[in-house]
Every structure is written in structure tokens, then in C-alpha cells.
């Protein structure tokens, strides 16, 4: 069909797919896959399916069951019917995972116990994930808290993973940052603020910026940490 139709043609039809459909499109040719795959329609396909009238969006529930960690898709209607329990390999041969952020559909998790970092990003609604690279950081000891942040950056359509933490006290550890369209990890040169905050505490991701509740000499404050890159 790709040597008859125009491209713009082409993007028209696949963006008003289901992401089933487009998944098993990739496997058309070359030239679908490679437009399917660019970040740009990503994002137009992204748009197009939350601006669907009938567009009902997804809960993901996670519980345990007789030791066994157990994910379902839920529909966030009136009625929370079941759409699917997904099977995912990983969560059954590692101890535990936890939610570091979601954004646009897609989940960060990292595993504990954390002697190595380990980070995944979802997809749940078609059960594909990839597992990112290890960064180059020391994992948690006695003397360091380490915190993380998941978020989407507009600018340049790219999901972004950073870590944030302290040692010895209230000393800031120098800041890594992942790029999924770089698939690698970088040092992040700005000065972050000069607050701690407690290692666990979840991050929430709101216009370019990930905000933590911090602390500074005994007294709480909103801190807000901006997403470097994203802003």
C-alpha cells in the first residue's frame, strides 16, 4: 500500500489505529516501522487517542496473592470492569517492584532489594518493556538516601528517569539523568535545591517539573526539583 498511497496518507490511517493494531503494523515493511517508531507520531498517536470521545482510560492494580505479585488492567468506568491480568516475566523472578512514576501510559518500576539498580520502563496495555542500562551510582548504604523521578519531555518527545539523593547528612549526590532516545545515563551539572528529602518518598510529575515534599534544617518545604532538560 506504501507504494501507492503518499505518506501523509499513510500517518492519517495509522494514527487513528488502536496500539494493538499498530504493534502488529510494524511488521508490515521497513517504512512502517520506522514511521510508527518515530518519536513524532508517537506523540500524534498519543493525542489522537486521548482526544477519542469513547477513550476510557486504564488502572493499573497490583496486589499480592500467597507471595506472588499479581498486576491487572482495570477500565476507570463506574462499573472498574477487568480489561486484562497481565503476565509479566520479571515480576516473578525478582523479590519486588515498585512504581517509580507513570506518564502517558507507560510505567517505571525499580526492584528491591536494591544492591544493584535496577529500572524497566511498561508498557502494560500491549506487554512490552525494556530494561535500562545500570547507572553509575552507589546503591543504598547507611549513609545515602537516593530518590527517583519519571516524566515525559515535550520539548524534544523523550522519557526521562533522574535520581536525586544525599549522603553523610544533607550532602548532594551529584544528579543522573536517563534518556530513553539516548538509551544512556548523564550527569546533570545544574545545582539542584538544597533540600533532603527522605529516601521512598514518591515523586510527582506536573508541567516539566518533579516535586518531592523536602526538609531544610528541621523545617518541611514544598521542593520542587526541576526536571533538568524537560523545562
Known amino acids: 500500500m506504501s507504494d ?3 505518506v501523509e ?16 503494523c510494524r511488521s508490515v515493511c521497513t517504512t512502517w516501522n520506522s514511521l510508527i517508531c518515530n518519536p513524532s507520531f508517537i506523540s500524534t498517536h498519543l493525542q ?4 477519542e470521545p469513547n477513550n476510557i482510560p486504564f488502572i493499573l492494580l497490583r496486589c499480592f496473592k500467597k507471595g506472588k505479585e499479581n498486576s491487572i488492567l482495570h477500565y476507570n468506568n463506574d462499573d472498574f470492569d477487568e480489561f486484562k491480568q497481565l503476565q509479566f516475566p520479571v515480576f516473578g523472578c525478582l523479590s519486588y517492584s515498585a512504581v517509580v512514576g507513570s506518564c502517558n501510559g507507560l ?4 526492584f528491591l532489594p536494591q544492591d544493584v539498580l535496577n529500572f524497566i520502563f511498561w508498557n502494560p496495555s500491549i506487554q512490552k518493556y525494556i530494561t535500562l542500562p545500570q547507572p553509575n551510582i552507589c546503591c543504598y548504604t547507611d549513609d545515602v538516601r537516593l530518590n527517583f523521578g519519571f516524566g515525559f519531555d515535550s520539548k524534544t518527545n523523550d522519557y526521562k528517569l533522574l535520581i536525586v539523593g544525599v549522603e553523610k547528612g544533607e550532602t548532594l549526590i551529584e544528579p543522573y539523568l536517563f534518556s530513553l532516545n539516548e538509551n544512556c545515563w ?10 533532603a528529602v527522605d529516601a521512598g518518598i514518591s515523586s510527582t510529575f506536573v508541567n516539566g517539573a518533579l516535586h518531592w515534599l523536602g526538609y531544610q534544617e528541621g523545617k518541611l518545604v514544598d521542593s520542587v526539583m526541576q526536571f533538568w532538560g524537560l523545562i
Open 4 to 6: 501507492y498511497l503518499p
Open 186 to 195: 548523564k550527569k546533570v551539572t545544574p545545582t539542584s535545591p538544597k533540600y
Open 9 to 24: 496518507v499513510i500517518l492519517e490511517i495509522l494514527k487513528r489505529l488502536p496500539i494493538k493494531s499498530l504493534v502488529k
Open 48 to 51: 489522537a487517542s486521548l482526544s
Open 107 to 110: 510505567v517505571c518500576l525499580t
